[in-house]
């Protein structure tokens, strides 16, 4: 596997990842917002149907996650000197961009 397809295939991971995390977010941003008033209204078996929905979705989340740390670890394993490299470049760029006042 070419070092241009491992880096898109990580890209293509980390914005999948993005979007999970944002889902999440929107999910437990709209329950702060007066959507489990709603549903405590209704009756008790709604109210488990959403925090079933809710466990159900964190689990999908924290698998996904899961994968994408192993196959972050593998692909630090197979090249450990072009990693070592994109970490320095990565820290390089945020210490420009955080000097910056």
């Given at each position: 596997?070419s070092?241009?397809?491992?880096?898109?295939?990580?890209?293509?991971?980390?914005?999948n990842?993005?979007e999970?995390?944002?889902a999440l977010?929107?999910?437990?941003?709209a329950?702060?917002?007066?959507?489990?008033?709603?549903?405590t209204n209704e009756?008790?078996?709604?109210?488990?149907?959403?925090?079933?929905?809710?466990?159900?979705?964190f689990?999908?989340?924290?698998?996904?996650?899961?994968?994408?740390?192993?196959?972050?670890d593998?692909?630090?394993?197979?090249?450990?000197?072009?990693?070592?490299?994109?970490?320095?470049?990565v820290?390089?760029?945020?210490?420009?961009?955080?000097?910056?006042?």
């Amino acid at each position: 596997m070419s070092e241009k397809t491992e880096i898109d295939d990580l890209k293509a991971e980390f914005k999948n990842l993005k979007e999970d995390i944002a889902a999440l977010t929107a999910a437990v941003e709209a329950l702060n917002q007066g959507k489990t008033a709603e549903a405590t209204n209704e009756d008790d078996n709604e109210n488990a149907s959403v925090v079933d929905q809710i466990e159900e979705d964190f689990e999908k989340y924290k698998q996904e996650g899961e994968a994408l740390v192993h196959t972050l670890d593998s692909n630090i394993k197979a090249n450990p000197v072009r990693s070592v490299l994109v970490a320095l470049g990565v820290g390089y760029v945020l210490a420009r961009i955080m000097g910056r006042k």
